[in-house]
């Protein structure tokens, strides 16, 4: 690995940990101000929103902007935009409009920050397969470990503290995050010969995407598993305190058995890909996913509970690996923003229907709806997208892909017709 690599993974691993404060924190803080499923669906889909907005756009802007600035500048932003919650905290002024504003912009600096990132790493480890997955491991493993592991219990022992300490934390780590992007090495970035308008260029991006099979089935993955994962989270506080009896430091102990789960996945997610073959093991994590949630729906304490969330979280956790190592070896380097904030914007936009219909089956029917609906769409999108992300797709993509990657081509122009590798 480069040495730049070492700093991208301490940023992201600080960073990570302040997401996790926040992940426990911000459910909690929501739920001492309404009980009101439909208020909290509000809350989680605001994060979500900037996705469905700005998505595409937003990969356009990256490949023209330099990268590494970008995550730093976003990171930045983010530290100073937590003071605002922090301050109304402090002062008994919180609210539920006040929270979603928050996670709307709180959003907003993510999709930025994590198109560029997932942009510069091809670049920085110069687009070997091999190193990609490696490297995905690394931070996934990492990303796991802090957010979902270390994170929610020390989000929810801060909030004993005050109210706007988790807050503060999670702006401290934003803060260290961008002063080591800021240290990375450069990488050049490929610009496109002939200037095109931004509308032009975004539209070239999402149309690679759904013109290409393995990319479709790869974005369309997470985007059926956003509807069922957000209709899941909108109510697993809840579900926890009624019908499992956790109390605030228990919910975060739940969340971190998940955590738990997901960095072994994302450890044994090179291992399978070598067994099973990557679109195999993308299949059979799907799975596990969908029986996994199915097992948390029919838990009555803690304990199935809590082993159902790490055996998803291990299926999410190689996924997690696989698929975007798998896309940053075939994509074109000058098309790399687009394609990845395409595929988020469908994973991202499907995450405001998943949190209003976790709401609106809760309020409706009962609380495990939820969790009986969502094991249904992931078990139906496994056999959706298996084909589509075979073993025999995948190899062929990545043969298609070895000659795209030459020199001539990553600084090629950017047509709006730039034709995807021909594995349909």
Same mark, same amino acid.
């Given at each position: 690995?480069?040495?730049g690599?070492?700093?991208?993974?301490?940023?992201?691993?600080?960073?990570?940990?302040?997401?996790?404060?926040?992940?426990?924190? $911000?459910?909690?803080?929501?739920?001492?101000?309404? !009980?009101?499923?439909?208020?909290?669906?509000?809350?989680?889909?605001a994060?979500?929103?900037?996705?469905?907005?700005?998505?595409?756009?937003?990969?356009?802007?990256?490949?023209?902007?330099?990268?590494? !600035?970008?995550?730093?500048?976003?990171? /930045?932003?983010?530290?100073?935009l937590?003071?605002?919650?922090?301050?109304?905290?402090?002062?008994?002024?919180?609210?539920?409009? $006040?929270?979603?504003?928050v /996670?709307?912009?709180?959003?907003?600096?993510?999709?930025?920050?994590?198109?560029?990132?997932?942009?510069?790493?091809?670049?920085?480890?110069? !687009?070997?397969?091999?190193?990609?997955?490696?490297?995905?491991?690394?931070?996934?493993?990492?990303?796991?470990?802090?957010?979902?592991?270390?994170?929610?219990? #020390?989000?929810?022992?801060?909030? #004993?503290?005050?109210?706007?300490?988790?807050?503060l #934390?999670?702006?401290v780590?934003?803060?260290?995050?961008?002063?080591?992007? !800021?240290?990375?090495?450069?990488?050049?970035?490929?610009?496109?010969?002939?200037r095109?308008?931004?509308?032009?260029?975004?539209?070239?991006? /999402?149309?690679?995407?759904?013109?290409?099979?393995?990319?479709?089935?790869?974005?369309?993955r997470?985007?059926?598993?956003?509807?069922?994962?957000? &209709?899941?989270?909108?109510?697993?506080?809840?579900?926890?305190h009624?019908r499992?009896?956790?109390?605030?430091?228990?919910?975060?102990?739940?969340?971190?058995?998940?955590?738990?789960?997901?960095?072994?996945?994302?450890?044994?997610?090179s291992?399978?890909?070598?067994?099973?073959?990557?679109?195999?093991?993308?299949?059979?994590? #799907?799975?596990v996913?969908?029986?996994?949630?199915?097992?948390?729906?029919? /838990?009555?304490?803690?304990?199935?509970?809590?082993?159902?969330?790490?055996?998803?979280?291990?299926?999410?956790?190689?996924?997690?690996?696989?698929?975007?190592?798998?896309?940053?070896?075939?994509?074109?380097?000058?098309?790399?923003?687009?394609?990845?904030?395409?595929?988020?914007?469908?994973?991202?936009?499907? &995450?405001?229907?998943?949190?209003?219909?976790?709401?609106?089956?809760?309020?409706?029917?009962?609380?495990?709806?939820?969790?009986?609906?969502?094991?249904?769409?992931?078990?139906?999108?496994?056999?959706?997208?298996?084909?589509?992300?075979?073993?025999r797709?995948?190899? &062929?993509?990545?043969?298609?892909?070895?000659?795209?990657?030459?020199?001539?081509?990553?600084a090629?122009?950017?047509?709006?017709?730039?034709?995807?590798?021909?594995?349909?």
């Amino acid at each position: 690995m480069p040495s730049g690599f070492g700093r991208l993974w301490t940023a992201q691993t600080v960073s990570s940990l302040g997401d996790g404060v926040s992940h426990a924190a $911000l459910p909690l803080l929501a739920l001492t101000l309404t !009980r009101d499923p439909m208020a909290l669906a509000v809350v989680t889909a605001a994060g979500t929103l900037p996705w469905l907005l700005f998505g595409v756009l937003g990969g356009a802007l990256v490949d023209r902007w330099d990268r590494r !600035r970008t995550m730093w500048g976003m990171d /930045a932003a983010r530290a100073a935009l937590l003071s605002i919650p922090a301050a109304a905290a402090a002062f008994d002024a919180l609210s539920i409009p $006040l929270l979603a504003a928050v /996670a709307f912009l709180l959003g907003l600096g993510g999709l930025f920050f994590d198109t560029a990132a997932t942009a510069y790493l091809p670049d920085l480890l110069g !687009r070997d397969p091999a190193l990609l997955e490696r490297a995905n491991s690394r931070l996934r493993g990492a990303q796991t470990a802090m957010s979902g592991f270390a994170g929610p219990p #020390a989000g929810s022992a801060l909030l #004993a503290l005050g109210r706007a300490v988790p807050l503060l #934390a999670d702006a401290v780590s934003f803060m260290l995050s961008a002063l080591l992007v !800021r240290s990375l090495p450069a990488v050049p970035r490929p610009v496109p010969q002939i200037r095109e308008s931004l509308l032009r260029q975004a539209r070239a991006g /999402a149309s690679y995407v759904f013109r290409d099979r393995v990319l479709l089935g790869l974005a369309l993955r997470p985007a059926v598993g956003n509807v069922a994962f957000l &209709a899941v989270e909108t109510v697993l506080a809840l579900f926890a305190h009624d019908r499992l009896g956790i109390d605030t430091y228990g919910f975060g102990l739940l969340l971190a058995a998940e955590a738990t789960g997901g960095m072994l996945g994302a450890g044994m997610a090179s291992h399978l890909g070598r067994r099973l073959g990557t679109g195999t093991a993308l299949t059979c994590t #799907a799975a596990v996913e969908g029986l996994a949630v199915l097992g948390l729906a029919a /838990a009555s304490n803690p304990y199935p509970a809590g082993l159902a969330l790490a055996v998803c979280g291990a299926g999410m956790g190689a996924t997690m690996v696989l698929g975007p190592s798998l896309r940053q070896a075939i994509v074109p380097a000058h098309l790399m923003g687009r394609v990845a904030s395409t595929s988020r914007m469908l994973a991202m936009c499907a &995450a405001p229907v998943g949190a209003f219909l976790g709401g609106w089956l809760a309020t409706a029917y009962d609380i495990r709806t939820p969790l009986y609906a969502a094991a249904v769409l992931l078990l139906a999108m496994t056999a959706v997208t298996a084909s589509m992300t075979s073993n025999r797709r995948v190899e &062929a993509a990545l043969r298609a892909a070895a000659p795209v990657d030459g020199p001539d081509q990553r600084a090629s122009s950017d047509p709006a017709g730039a034709s995807a590798p021909d594995v349909v």
